[in-house]
């Protein structure tokens, strides 16, 4: 009977570890900010490597093509294009072998989201923004002309869409690149 609850104490331990705390924060920018470190449950927030990026799910595509790297003359980038069952995502491989996510669009229910929000038919119009606060920009856009909730990070580097279309949350989208 100890035994027992020592190895579940070790379990609940061990799970707790791996899956990271959802942060508490109210703010609109702590939360923008941790989404952005951890895109559907990607942890950019520690190296990655090619491998383990492949090792989200099953692939249903992976292309690549190589492009001139503007910061090393004579060395090329490989860009990879990678397709889940739910989610995509672009991510670059530079000459130092560094991986770098370019961006992530998860249209699926497979992965898990923080603060409580989940892809599919909305309770309540306003969701999103009960969660996330106030939109920095409202668009149009991808997913057939849908409407986008916008937030970016503190620089305006970074940003985090939510896409809506018939009142369901269609797609997530994660852009590290410049924002606009």
């Known amino acids: 009977m100890l035994f027992r609850a020592f190895l579940s104490t070790l379990v609940i331990a061990a799970f707790s570890v791996a899956a990271p705390a959802e942060p508490s924060c109210t703010d609109k920018r702590c939360r923008v900010e941790w989404l952005l470190k951890r895109p559907a449950g990607i942890a950019l927030d520690k190296k990655l490597s090619l491998a383990r990026l492949k090792k989200l799910a099953h692939i249903v595509s992976d292309r690549s093509e190589v492009r001139p790297n503007p ?107 410049i924002a606009d």
């Open 71 to 177: 910061n090393y003359p004579g060395e090329n980038d490989e860009i990879h294009s990678i397709a889940f069952d739910g989610l995509c995502l672009h991510a670059t491989v530079t000459p130092e072998k560094a991986v770098l996510v370019d961006w992530v669009e998860l249209t699926g229910k497979k992965f898990a989201l923080p603060f409580g929000l989940k892809l599919g038919p909305l309770e309540n119009p306003k969701e999103v923004q009960a969660v996330m606060g106030e939109p920095d920009r409202v668009g149009r856009g991808t997913l057939r002309n849908a409407r986008q909730l916008i937030y970016y990070n503190q620089e305006r580097t970074e940003s985090v869409t939510f896409v809506l279309r018939g009142g369901a949350l269609k797609a997530i989208i994660w852009n590290y690149g």
